[in-house]
């Protein structure tokens, strides 16, 4: 089945982390009761005017930016209508004929990248709820402050679709433009996909597909899509022109919807908002807010740290991931078990109790102190782990939580002596075989004395004390 | 009213001397609306607590000796398309028959704010689509100069309302004329100032990009007292100039036209207009040339396009503007379908077929149709342009030009049933009064005399872009030397 | 595109669609007469040269333009009570404004 070359484009909504929304007053939050988040301008009551949201601009300004467009200087509102429900005013406020930015691209793989068509800014829909009683509609998303990325046709496999979305999330993260969750809904994705024959340029009929709510749905649902419109073809069938929504439980995507007539929205220039005007001063202090890119931050943690690329990859998908890194470098951490520790212990250990990496209960000079006394081997792998489950609940500095949870070494021949003296009490055949030159027999007493203490004793004064003690007895 | 006086600046001037209490004044109005408003139509409802605590407040703060503010006891009507908090507001429409604000508009919260007094809000042409007021879903609205006459729209009810001395001032809208044409039919002054002057915030949108909230009065000295009040940006509204106008202390420093270029643009003051308004308003222009000012005749070319381009923005907008009444979030639901067995794809069509009269279904259709795929280009776009032809033309004119005057309508009022049915020749007489509205220009209607059989005419003036002083001392100056204002209609 | 001339029932048939309005059968044709009477009388300004003047029709819908220091502030403002964002509500049902069932546009 290689005769089709795939053809894909993504539309990627990403929400601009502003506090309230992009034409009105009311916050802006994931989480709360329906229409407990709507201002007067969010329903389109009659009398109400859009008041554009700076933040919002701003934004949206990094992140074609940080993706390499070209902001324009000159940018209008446009109002898109359709009736829906979810959309209060008949018509979404937009961007059509005069967009925030033109160009950029997003590389997709080695020596490939998509080009960006436009960056532009829009409001979101409400939601809506269909019940036995009819459809009830929430407007607590209405209104919030979206950035609508449209890439070129560039995408040639599913693969680098997922790619795409990857680079895409890490680069708008890094701007610190929106935290990009596909699961909450703060991006989302619709892709079109086509198929052409090999050598040709000429583009198939394309699909629109919907619904694709993770990285891995817009995977899936593409790779099933290439399956499916292959085997079309193969059947010497038409592929037609339709949204499709993709349906991950069942691993199909099903016709919502005929594409034959293009929906007329009748895009006019918001009458309400005049074209805004940027000036360079503007783009350049934006710039200035992005700092360093995921790419270049890469490259900087391979070369400083020698660490390996996953490693580094691991880092660099997210900005906070990696500024604490370097915090816990500075505080004196080595960089490659102050990397295990933030991506393999503390990183889970967050999720788990549904915080971010800024709410952690352990700071990075905390931890740093923790791998401090792991490298001197105040601590061992084990204890640490449990000085390390402590700090999370309580928040004290490492060597009080040694303290509060009796963890500190038995160091002092004083204290070891005795539990020296009851092993080989107990074990009097372990220490004869030491005693008669079977050195591994030592092990046995090591570790009768290690469970005792619970891997308190300092091994080396241990297997010091051990010896000299069997010696004398024998 | 008899035992006081009627322009709304020397009821001010009264008020804040302590000649006049303000409990009285709502009282004595509210008594005259009661008396003589079931015939004219004027209001479609009243404040009257909300007139009556203002007034106490205010009688409050006079009797502490607090300074009162310009327009202290100064009773206003508000025209049914501008909100205030917990009155119903609708447009003149049935879509909007139970729809109550739930904050008042900039442009009246300022008003109250300097101590003027809301009484009532105003009948009107649906959505301001329309020039007789005969559109509004809820009443008919008569002319004080005679009740079978129409008294123009869509502000119909604020020019009747003046004009029938049942409030100082009264609150309009001028999309394409809504407040001039009124003014001009019932013998009263209106002004449609500058375009983002007076903040649109709580003004229910025909067409945003013509939209103005306007006035109307006894005199142009009342209007510039307005003015002062209303005028200055709004955070609420992006289209608001960044500053307010100060045009009361203009009005002090001329008593005659002197220097004063006056242009008379040919396009506007000839074909079209009857040979009664014509006499009446170029008596008008004699009159200013003898007041010292420099007559320049004109021309404006483009005018020709104003009216199509005039209709084809305003209801592309408006068709943009209405599509927000579907049934849904507020406004008339239709009753004909079941939530539960319907889509709402029907009970937004039959909301909207049900909630809105037939000019505005007319005129949705026309807009819907002007921004249409295939049609736009066509269409909306080449009216975008003709409109920018325009508004090049008037900045060329201003240059030579420091007020431009015309007929306001090409007719005094006609009567009920006498007026063109055909949509075009409705749209036509607009014609006169839609291009300052496509430039965003000042623009001023004042009484100059009257037909045969005493209906008012008036004269039209329009101001460069910004310069609503301009209009403002010009009209004074005429009302310093004139009586036409002053002529009231028998009740 | 079709001439103006060619409004006919099928056009206002779309057109009622494109801004959910239903037009009666009974008003229909006095509906399409008026409004081919406009269209053909405004299509005047499709035969005008606009474009020898090198205006820009974008300022036309707008007199002026905002800058960056114009834009609102990010603060956000406690919104309204439930009870007032569903005031005006036709119907409503668990603090949401209720429709009838949607079917996709």
């Known amino acids: 089945m290689t005769g089709y070359t795939t053809v894909i484009g993504l539309e990627v909504h990403v929400q601009l982390g502003t506090n309230s929304k992009l034409f009105s007053p009311a916050p802006v939050a994931a989480l709360g009761d329906p229409n407990t988040r709507v201002h007067h301008v969010d329903i389109g009551l009659p009398g109400v005017l859009p008041r554009p949201n700076r933040r919002a601009i701003e934004l949206a300004t990094r992140a074609a930016l940080a993706l390499g467009s070209e902001i324009q200087l000159y940018s209008e509102f446009a109002r898109k209508h359709y009736f829906y429900p979810d959309l209060p005013k008949g018509y979404q406020i937009s961007q059509f004929d005069l967009p925030l930015a033109l160009g950029g691209s997003v590389v997709i793989g080695e020596g490939r990248s998509c080009r960006l068509h436009r960056l532009h800014v829009e409001e979101d829909a409400g939601k809506l709820t269909h019940t036995a009683i009819g459809t009830l509609v929430d407007l607590n998303r209405a209104g919030v402050a979206l950035a609508e990325i449209v890439s070129e046709p560039d995408i040639r496999e599913p693969k680098e679709a997922h790619t795409f979305l990857h680079r895409l999330r890490e680069v708008i993260r890094f701007a610190g433009v929106s935290d990009c969750d596909m699961e909450l809904g703060s991006m989302r994705c619709d892709a079109n996909i086509s198929l052409m024959p090999i050598g040709s340029d000429t583009y198939g009929t394309k699909v629109e597909l919907k619904n694709l709510n993770s990285m891995k749905m817009v995977h899936r649902a593409l790779e099933y899509e290439v399956r499916r419109q292959t085997a079309v073809l193969a059947a010497g069938g038409k592929v037609i022109a339709e949204t499709r929504g993709w349906h991950d439980e069942l691993g199909e995507s099903r016709s919502m919807r005929s594409k034959e007539t293009a929906p007329d929205y009748r895009y006019?220039?918001?009458?309400?908002?005049?074209?805004?005007?940027?000036?360079?001063?503007?783009?350049?202090?934006?710039?200035?807010?992005?700092?360093?890119?995921?790419?270049?931050?890469?490259?900087?943690?391979?070369?400083?740290?020698?660490?390996?690329?996953?490693?580094?990859?691991?880092?660099?998908?997210?900005?906070?991931?990696?500024?604490?890194?370097?915090?816990?470098?500075?505080?004196?951490?080595?960089?490659?078990?102050?990397?295990?520790?933030?991506?393999?212990?503390?990183?889970?250990?967050?999720?788990?109790?549904?915080?971010?990496?800024?709410?952690?209960?352990?700071?990075a000079t905390g931890l740093a102190e923790l791998l401090t006394l792991l490298k001197d081997k105040t601590l061992t792998q084990k204890t640490s782990r449990l000085v390390f489950a402590h700090l999370l609940e309580t928040n004290v500095s490492a060597k009080q939580a040694i303290k509060d949870l009796g963890l500190g070494k038995i160091d002092d021949p004083a204290s070891l002596q005795p539990l020296v003296d009851a092993a080989i009490a107990e074990m009097p055949q372990a220490a004869r075989a030491v005693a008669a030159g079977t050195d591994r027999a030592i092990d046995a007493l090591k570790g009768l004395v290690m469970r005792k203490t619970r891997g308190r004793a300092d091994p080396g004064l241990l297997d010091s004390l051990l010896r000299t003690t069997i010696a004398a007895n024998s | 009213?008899?035992?006081?006086?009627?322009?709304?600046?020397?009821?001010?001037?009264?008020?804040?001397?302590?000649?006049?209490?303000?409990?009285?004044?709502?009282?004595?109005?509210?008594?005259?609306?009661?008396?003589?408003?079931?015939?004219?139509?004027?209001?479609?409802?009243?404040?009257?607590?909300?007139?009556?605590?203002?007034?106490?407040?205010?009688?409050?703060?006079?009797?502490?000796?607090?300074?009162?503010?310009?327009?202290?006891?100064?009773?206003?009507?508000?025209?049914?398309?501008?909100?205030?908090?917990?009155?119903?507001?609708?447009?003149?429409?049935?879509?909007?028959?139970?729809?109550?604000?739930?904050?008042?508009?900039?442009?009246?919260?300022?008003?109250e704010l300097h101590d003027g007094l809301l009484i009532g809000r105003t009948n009107m042409d649906e959505f301001g689509m329309g020039s007789t007021t005969e559109t509004s879903a809820f009443q008919k609205t008569r002319n004080p100069f005679g009740k079978?006459?129409?008294?123009?729209?869509?502000?119909?009810?604020?020019?009747?309302?003046?004009?029938?001395?049942?409030?100082?001032?009264?609150?309009?809208?001028?999309?394409?004329?809504?407040?001039?044409?009124?003014?001009?039919?019932?013998?009263?002054?209106?002004?449609?100032?500058?375009?983002?002057?007076?903040?649109?915030?709580?003004?229910?949108?025909?067409?945003?990009?013509?939209?103005?909230?306007?006035?109307?009065?006894?005199?142009?000295?009342?209007?510039?007292?307005?003015?002062?009040?209303?005028?200055?940006?709004?955070?609420?509204?992006?289209?608001?100039?960044?500053t307010p106008a100060t045009v009361s202390h203009m009005l002090a420093e001329r008593s005659d036209l002197k220097g004063v270029r006056i242009g008379v643009p040919r396009e506007l003051n000839g074909e079209g207009v009857d040979d009664e308004v014509l006499t009446a308003t170029q008596a008008a222009v004699a009159q200013i040339r003898d007041l010292g000012g420099e007559v320049i005749d004109c021309a404006l070319p483009s005018a020709k396009h104003a009216v199509p381009a005039y209709y084809l923005l305003a209801t592309a907008e408006a068709a943009s503007n209405l599509a927000r009444y579907d049934g849904v979030h507020y406004g008339n639901r239709t009753e004909q379908t079941d939530p539960s067995q319907q889509s709402s794809i029907d009970t937004t069509t039959q909301s909207r077929s049900e909630g809105f009269g037939a000019e505005v279904q007319l005129r949705i259709l026309l807009g819907t149709f002007a921004s249409s795929y295939g049609y736009s280009a066509q269409f909306y776009e080449r009216a975008r342009l003709a409109r920018r032809a325009l508004q090049r033309e008037f900045a060329q004119l201003f240059e030579r030009c420091d007020v431009l005057l015309s007929p306001t309508s090409p007719t005094a009022a006609p009567h009920f049933g006498d007026h063109e049915e055909d949509p075009l020749a409705r749209y036509m007489w607009d014609a006169l009064t839609v291009p300052a509205s496509l430039a965003g220009i000042p623009a001023l209607s004042m009484p100059c005399g009257q037909t045969a059989d005493g209906r008012p005419i008036a004269l039209q003036a329009m101001a460069k872009h910004g310069h609503d002083g301009h209009v403002l001392q010009l009209a004074h100056v005429f009302q310093m030397h004139s009586q036409h204002h002053l002529r009231r209609p028998q009740l | 595109m079709p001439k103006p001339q060619a409004i006919d029932a099928n056009l206002i048939a779309h057109l009622g669609e494109l801004a959910r309005i239903r037009v009666p059968e009974d008003r229909q044709e006095e509906l399409r007469a008026k409004l081919q009477q406009l269209v053909v009388a405004f299509s005047t300004l499709a035969e005008t040269d606009f474009e020898a003047a090198g205006d820009d029709a974008n300022a036309a819908t707008s007199m002026r333009t905002m800058t960056a220091d114009e834009l609102r502030k990010d603060t956000a403002e406690t919104p309204p009570s439930v009870d007032q964002v569903l005031a005006n509500a036709p119907q409503t049902a668990a603090h949401c404004f209720v429709v009838a069932r949607v079917v996709e546009p």
């Not at chain 2, 004595?28 to 015939?39: C, F, G, K």
């Not at chain 2, 398309?81 to 609708?90: G, I, P, Q």
């Not at chain 2, 008294?151 to 309302?161: F, Y």
Request: hydrophobic content about 40%; proline content about 6%; glycine content about 8%.
């Open chain 1, 268 to 363: 006019l220039p918001d009458p309400d908002l005049p074209p805004i005007v940027l000036d360079e001063a503007f783009v350049t202090a934006q710039r200035e807010q992005i700092g360093e890119l995921p790419e270049d931050r890469r490259n900087r943690y391979r070369q400083t740290h020698c660490l390996s690329d996953q490693d580094v990859t691991a880092l660099a998908q997210d900005r906070d991931i990696g500024d604490w890194f370097e915090l816990l470098v500075a505080a004196g951490a080595d960089a490659k078990p102050a990397c295990n520790w933030l991506i393999e212990e503390l990183l889970p250990a967050l999720r788990e109790r549904k915080l971010k990496l800024l709410q952690s209960p352990i700071s």
């Open chain 2, 1 to 111: 009213m008899s035992t006081s006086p009627t322009t709304a600046t020397a009821i001010a001037k009264a008020m804040r001397n302590g000649d006049l209490c303000a409990v009285d004044i709502v009282q004595a109005q509210l008594q005259r609306i009661a008396s003589l408003d079931p015939e004219l139509g004027a209001f479609c409802s009243t404040f009257d607590d909300r007139a009556t605590a203002n007034a106490v407040r205010l009688d409050e703060r006079q009797k502490a000796g607090e300074s009162l503010g310009p327009l202290a006891g100064v009773v206003i009507g508000s025209k049914d398309n501008l909100l205030v908090e917990n009155e119903l507001a609708s447009a003149g429409s049935r879509m909007l028959s139970t729809f109550r604000a739930p904050f008042t508009a900039t442009s009246l919260q300022r008003l």
């Open chain 2, 148 to 242: 079978d006459l129409v008294p123009g729209g869509s502000s119909g009810g604020s020019a009747v309302a003046v004009a029938a001395d049942l409030c100082a001032i009264a609150i309009g809208s001028d999309t394409g004329g809504s407040v001039r044409q009124p003014a001009a039919l019932c013998g009263v002054t209106g002004l449609k100032p500058t375009y983002g002057r007076v903040p649109r915030y709580g003004l229910i949108a025909y067409a945003s990009s013509l939209d103005c909230v306007g006035a109307l009065a006894r005199t142009a000295e009342d209007l510039a007292l307005w003015l002062d009040c209303a005028s200055g940006q709004d955070p609420a509204d992006a289209t608001s100039l960044p």
